[in-house]
């Protein structure tokens, strides 16, 4: 096990660093510059988190590794597949959270208390980090028997726009109305179908109330448990499309 | 009570539609050099992945060393060295990096060997393996296929893409461990000149099943040509384990799998033959494109099939 994980560290440190240094950058030089709010610099740091993070980790672990062929090579050694699944799902988790993780920790360090409070910073960066999460389980399910990082990084893609439109109308579906930046709105309760989608997380808090949090919490656990049980059934198998 | 190493009995594997094993059956005994021959695409890979718990059979048994891959299929892979077809390594780490990642996984892994297996095999260890020549990676493999000292080697076309001076010495740090250790080894090729020289047996798969299993010394001496006239066409298309006719001119050509009673028909008919002894790709050849009913064709022992 060891072994795997020093194999799957050397592979895929870059990127932790790659993710790390765009998002830590980015808070840091424009909570530094200061041409928006913290709150709305801090609302792009995370859409970029969300957008960028999944589906880095998720084409990286497996189908670049079928791309290379050396993942028929690691299954073809005396260990069992689930733990070379384990050692990856761990590592696409800890690709995905630490970006996040290091952009929270600049974000507090130089701005925590400034214009938001810390505890709503933090809180922020919880949020994205589980909207992130849910989007790299469905990432990494869905690509996990493609034959190539190129497919896989277009899977990824489209599974997260489809998830940007079901946010999309789900929101038209709650709010009827058209959002301009003159107009103040009055946000009304989120449809209770929001749970399903991975951006429920994105929600401020005041918007939404504790019991569909936690109903979306609950839902999205479950959600990414079965994504990931249906990953590891598939994932010793041949790719899709693969000859014989 | 069976020595047997590898034993696949009635093994039919589909993908899809396509039929790759059509009722395979094989049987390889402790300490021979077993040649796996086959051309490509006719399930030499995907049986060898079953051997290895891969895969599984859709019908039919497989043993390894006295287990079920599908069932121990770990177990299997801790006594087994297996070299894959073209095998893909992990490009970014040094040789010293790919011996230290692969040794933790086998109990029995023998440092010492490994040590002496880099010297023989001239393996620079701080280089990467993505700088590594072709026939370089080649011996990588093969050394990490024997480091924990297997009791049986799978070798799935291991010289695939090299060039011949790189074949011939591979063959030749293949020989060199042969002769030191007592180990099984299957040696899946399509290249007949190069399994001639190492194998007890061989296997001949064709369309899913083995067409010929027997002692490279059996085939040689029984899998005969014979040169005959072309009067003698009749008989000869009626001769016991035909592999191959071919006609050229006035003469004919016939390819038997068992040149004994064929000589007794010859004699008995009293057609007069010129018999030819064949190599192992030229009985290959007979067996996997041979044809049992001669070609129109006139030109001399060219083949129409």
């Known amino acids: 096990m060891r072994s795997l994980l020093w194999k799957e560290w050397h592979e895929q440190s870059w990127k932790l660093a790659f993710g790390s240094l765009i998002l830590g950058a980015f808070a840091l030089i424009g909570l530094h510059a200061r041409v928006v709010a913290d709150e709305l610099l801090l609302q792009w740091v995370c859409f970029l988190a969300v957008a960028l993070l999944p589906v880095l980790a998720s084409t990286g672990l497996v189908p670049a590794e079928r791309d290379d062929g050396t993942l028929e090579s690691l299954l073809s050694l005396p260990i069992a597949p689930w733990r070379v699944f384990a050692v990856k799902s761990a590592m696409g988790v800890v690709l995905t959270a630490g970006p996040i993780f290091i952009a929270a920790i600049v974000s507090l360090v130089f701005a925590g208390g400034r214009e938001m409070p810390g505890a709503a910073m933090a809180g922020l960066y919880v949020r994205t980090l589980a909207a992130a999460l849910s989007l790299f389980f469905w990432m990494y399910a869905l690509t996990v028997r493609l034959p190539t990082e190129t497919r896989a990084s277009l899977i990824a893609m489209a599974v997260l726009l489809m998830w940007l439109l079901i946010a999309l109308g789900l929101t038209q579906a709650a709010e009827h109305t058209v959002w301009h930046p003159s107009v103040e709105i009055t946000v009304p309760a989120p449809s209770p179908l929001w749970v399903i989608c991975p951006f429920v997380f994105l929600i401020p808090p005041k918007n939404i109330g504790p019991t569909l949090m936690l109903g979306a919490v609950f839902i999205q656990a479950m959600i990414a448990a079965l994504l990931l049980v249906w990953a590891s059934r598939r994932f010793a198998r041949p790719a899709v499309s693969e000859g014989l | ?283 290959f050849e007979a067996y996997v494109i041979g044809r049992k009913e001669p070609a129109n064709a006139e030109p001399p022992l060219e083949r129409v099939a």
């Open chain 2, 1 to 283: 009570m069976s020595n047997a190493v590898i034993e696949m009995n009635n093994v039919v594997k589909n993908f899809g539609r396509k039929r790759v094993l059509n009722g395979e059956n094989l049987s390889v005994q402790q300490g021979e050099t077993f040649a796996y021959l086959g051309r490509n695409g006719a399930g030499k890979t995907t049986s060898i992945k079953m051997l290895l718990g891969l895969l599984k059979p859709d019908s039919g048994t497989v043993r390894v060393l006295g287990l079920d891959p599908a069932v121990s299929p770990l177990e299997v892979r801790r006594r087994v060295g297996y070299v894959a077809e073209d095998q893909a390594m992990f490009g970014w780490m040094r040789v010293q990096q790919i011996i230290s990642f692969v040794a933790p996984f086998y109990p029995t892994w023998d440092q010492k060997w490994a040590a002496e297996l880099t010297s023989r095999f001239e393996l620079p260890l701080k280089t990467k393996i993505k700088h590594l020549s072709k026939g370089q990676g080649v011996r990588l493999a093969l050394l990490l296929a024997l480091a924990h000292r297997p009791e049986l080697v799978i070798l799935d076309d291991p010289t695939l893409g090299l060039d011949p001076i790189m074949r011939k010495e591979f063959l030749r740090d293949l020989v060199g461990y042969l002769q030191g250790e007592k180990v099984t080894v299957f040696f899946s090729s399509h290249l007949l000149y190069e399994v001639e020289p190492v194998a007890d047996v061989v296997a001949i798969l064709d369309h899913g099943r083995i067409v010929r299993q027997d002692s490279t010394e059996n085939l040689r001496e029984r899998v005969k040509r014979f040169i005959l006239s072309a009067s003698a066409e009749n008989a000869a298309s009626k001769l016991p384990g035909l592999l191959d006719i071919n006609r050229s001119g006035r003469q004919i050509s016939i390819v038997v799998e068992d040149a004994q009673p064929a000589i007794a028909a010859l004699q008995r008919e009293q057609i007069p033959f010129d018999e030819i002894a064949l190599n192992l790709d030229e009985i």
